[in-house]
């Protein structure tokens, strides 16, 4: 499974739409301070489910929506698209079979979250799933290494450091289906 390419519209400082291609398996985000380095990843975080606007740098939901600038006025949606290429078919379940699974988020300012898979409407929850176990995603994040991401690890609490092995080895999916199941 790879990340090939992020799409945004009125998400953060990304007013227009914008088409990022990730054309290698390791990708770095540079540019001068205040550039959107950060919001790029926000919005990789945000398909992927994130659900606290404090973990995307906001103070409401509604934060991620392009809220204007000295030359532009809000806009009132915000839409961010990740395609992967799924040809090893990493990213299972029902879309197993997809060569190429797009995963897509939007939001208005008047309603909630959209989610969509493969441009078909889907719930949160089937957007969670599809990504436990691949790094991407929940709590542990790994794929994507932040500024001072290291050191929080090396620093990290041992059921903290515990997380991030038991969503590299494959294991925080069945761990995950057994406390739904538990719960019900
Ligand atoms: P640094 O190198 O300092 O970490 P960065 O490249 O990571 O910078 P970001 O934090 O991604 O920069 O982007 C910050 C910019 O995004 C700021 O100019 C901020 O005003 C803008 N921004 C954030 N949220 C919104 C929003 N909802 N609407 C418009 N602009 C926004
Ligand atoms: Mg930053």
Do not use: H
Not at 43 to 62: D, N
Not at 129 to 152: C, H, K, P, W
């Amino acid at each position: 499974m790879r990340l090939t390419q992020i799409k945004l519209a009125g998400f953060k400082s990304f007013v227009d739409p914008t088409t990022l291609s990730l054309a290698s398996n390791l990708t770095s985000v540079v540019g001068p301070n205040g550039c959107g380095k950060s919001n790029v990843i926000d919005a990789v975080r945000w398909v992927t489910g994130e659900s606290s606007a404090r973990q995307l740098r906001g103070e409401a939901l509604e934060d991620v929506i392009f809220n204007g600038s000295n030359a532009r006025k809000p806009v009132g949606r915000a839409s961010v698209e990740l395609r992967f290429d799924n040809s090893e078919g990493k990213l299972g379940g029902q879309y197993g079979a997809f060569a190429e699974i797009s995963v897509r988020r939007e939001l208005t300012r008047e309603g909630g979250s959209k989610y969509f898979i493969n441009n078909t409407r889907a719930r949160r929850r089937d957007v969670v799933d599809l990504f436990l176990g691949t790094g991407l995603g929940g709590r542990s994040n790994y794929a994507v290494i932040e500024q001072g991401a290291v050191n929080r690890l090396i620093e990290a609490k041992p059921e903290d450091m515990r997380q991030v092995l038991e969503e590299a080895a494959g294991i925080s999916k069945y761990k995950e289906r057994r406390r739904e199941t538990e719960n019900r």
